[in-house]
Each structure stands twice: as structure tokens, then as C-alpha cells.
T-cell receptor, first 112, second 115 residues
Framework: EDQVTQSPEALRLQEGESSSLNCSYTVSGLRGLFWYRQDPGKGPEFLFT???AGEEKEKERLKATLTKKESFLHITAPKPEDSATYLCAVQARGSSGDKLTFGTGTRLAVRP | KAGVTQTPRYLIKTRGQQVTLSCSPISGHRSVSWYQQTPGQGLQFLFE???????NKGNFPGRFSGRQFSNSRSEMNVSTLELGDSALYLC??????????????FGSGTQLSVL
């Protein structure tokens, strides 16, 4: 059974204080690993897809990396508007359609 | 371009009742999937529809069902509601399932409270 574990559950940063969020996964052949951002009262918003170990993707202050067992979401010099819950999800090779297995997320709060 | 639209936004029901939730995908998207989100379990896959056919189903009891119409709009139904069904129900759409998962778009969800 596919499993995704995210840590920490919650993280409080000062504005400008860089940090990383972790996503550990167990899957029978990885088809893709996804990062989403979710704001209160809204649905998840797509950030990145990573497909193979060693791959990296960047968007503004966010950078996602992937190894064979985990993924990191690095946040460089965060701003208060980066406060949100960050969700990691995997899709297994051989899985059809859009079925994703999600972690429970990391709640990030950035103080000004 | 309008996003994924879910109605209603909030629902309050009592145990034993049934409920129907609606989802209109982004124009041109043919695949709709449903997820249940709770604080303890996170997002859990319910089912997925493409061209009016259920392609995938998660590990939920038969009280949870869904359907998709010819215009790609989808509904999910929960019968004999239980307290544990209280959750945020999210709908997501994509152009073609599995082909390009980078473009899985979520709606804002329906918050269901069962009393």
C-alpha cells in the first residue's frame, strides 16, 4: 500500500528564515510525486510534479527535490504570504487515472 | 476561464440523512475525481469518472457513490450519513486522466457537517 508521511506537522518561521519540509514515501514504483499548496477554505493548488530521483524544480521562493525515498520542499527567505498548508502526494506506476495518495500536510506559518 | 465549481459550499445534515454534492469541472476537462479531507486522515481518494464511467474507486463503503453526466459535470452521493462523514469534500478535474497529472485542478470543496 502506498504511504506518504510529511514532517514536521507544523512549522513557524520568521520572515526571511529559510527551511525545508520533508515528504517520505513508500510506493510500488513511483510514477510521480506532487506538491500542492492549500490555503484555508480553499482546495489544493498545484505547485510541482517530480518524476525521477535527482530531479529539481523551482518556483519563486520554492524549490522541490526528489530522492528515491523522499522529497524536500525548500523555502528560501519566506514571506508571510507563503503561510499555508503544503501537501505532498504520490502516484504509483501502474495506477490509472488521477488517483493520488496524499500526506497529511505541513502547516507553515511565516511571521512578519 | 472559470475554475472547478463545487456546490453547495456548506451543508449541515443529521445522521441517517443522505446528501448530494455537485461538481462542475473546468470547461473542456473530461475527468473528475473526488477526495475526502479530514484533519486526521488528510485527503483520501473516493473515486474518479471519465466519459461517464467510473475508472477508479478508493476504499470507501458503498454508501458513497457518484456519477458523471455527458457534460462532464459530476455528483457524489452519501447515503445514511454517519458522524464520521463530516469532512471537506473536494472535487478535482483534468483534461484526460493520468496523461498529464500536472494539471489536476481542485475546487474549493463542500464542507459537510453531520450532527
Amino acid at each position: 500500500e502506498d504511504q506518504v508521511t510529511q514532517s514536521p506537522e507544523a512549522l513557524r518561521l520568521q520572515e526571511g528564515e529559510s527551511s525545508s519540509l520533508n515528504c517520505s514515501y513508500t510506493v510500488s514504483g513511483l510514477r510521480g510525486l506532487f506538491w500542492y499548496r492549500q490555503d484555508p477554505g480553499k482546495g489544493p493548488e498545484f505547485l510541482f510534479t517530480l518524476y525521477s530521483a535527482g530531479e529539481e524544480k523551482e518556483k519563486e521562493r520554492l524549490k522541490a527535490t526528489l530522492t528515491k525515498k523522499e522529497s524536500f520542499l525548500h523555502i528560501t527567505a519566506p514571506k508571510p504570504e507563503d503561510s499555508a498548508t503544503y501537501l505532498c502526494a504520490v502516484q504509483a506506476r501502474g495506477s490509472s487515472g488521477d488517483k493520488l495518495t496524499f500526506g497529511t500536510g505541513t502547516r507553515l506559518a511565516v511571521r512578519p | 476561464k472559470a475554475g472547478v465549481t463545487q456546490t453547495p459550499r456548506y451543508l449541515i445534515k443529521t445522521r441517517g440523512q443522505q446528501v448530494t454534492l455537485s461538481c462542475s469541472p473546468i470547461s473542456g476537462h473530461r475527468s473528475v475525481s473526488w477526495y475526502q479531507q479530514t484533519p486526521g486522515q488528510g485527503l483520501q481518494f473516493l473515486f474518479e469518472y471519465f466519459s461517464e464511467t467510473q475508472r477508479n474507486k478508493g476504499n470507501f463503503p458503498g454508501r458513497f457513490s457518484g456519477r458523471q453526466f455527458s457534460n462532464s459535470r459530476s455528483e457524489m452521493n452519501v447515503s445514511t450519513l454517519e458522524l464520521g462523514d463530516s469532512a471537506l469534500y473536494l472535487c478535482a478535474s483534468s483534461l484526460v486522466p493520468g496523461m498529464n497529472n500536472e494539471k489536476l485542478f481542485f475546487g474549493s470543496g463542500t464542507q459537510l457537517s453531520v450532527l
